[in-house]
């Protein structure tokens, strides 16, 4: 069983900056990929940004150049940097990761891009 915790969340102006983390706690021995994906209201769940554990990473071309995605394998935690948020950012942002028993879910945190 795993348990993700994500922070970092909020209300920020369009060109701001935001960081959400995500810890993974419990009884497993390693990650083998770890993500972010959001869902606009409305809209399907979508991918974000993925990152493996020798941290090769893969991005939504609507981020690239402006998220960044990194982990500590040593915390067992993903963070995605946000730069240059835009309104249609705006979503619930989940944390997933995949493990040698499957992929665990975050339980999602707002993010909102408005003046």
């Known amino acids: 069983q795993v348990q993700l915790v994500e922070s970092g969340g909020g209300l920020v102006q369009p060109g701001g900056s935001l960081r959400l983390s995500c810890a993974a706690s419990?009884?497993?021995?390693?990650?083998?990929?770890m993500g972010w994906y959001r869902q606009a209201p409305g809209k399907q769940r979508e991918l974000v940004a993925t990152?493996?554990?020798?941290?090769?990473?893969m991005y939504a071309d609507s981020v690239k150049g402006r998220f960044t995605i990194s982990r500590d394998n040593a915390k067992n935690t993903v963070y995605l940097q946000m730069n240059s948020l835009k309104p249609e950012d705006t979503a619930v942002y989940y944390c997933?990761?995949?493990?040698?028993?499957?992929?665990?879910w975050g339980q999602g945190i707002q993010v909102s891009v408005s003046s």
């Open positions: 990152i493996t554990r020798g941290s090769f990473t």
């Open positions: 997933k990761v995949t493990i040698s028993t499957g992929d665990y």
């Open positions: 419990g009884n497993f021995f390693s990650m083998y990929l």
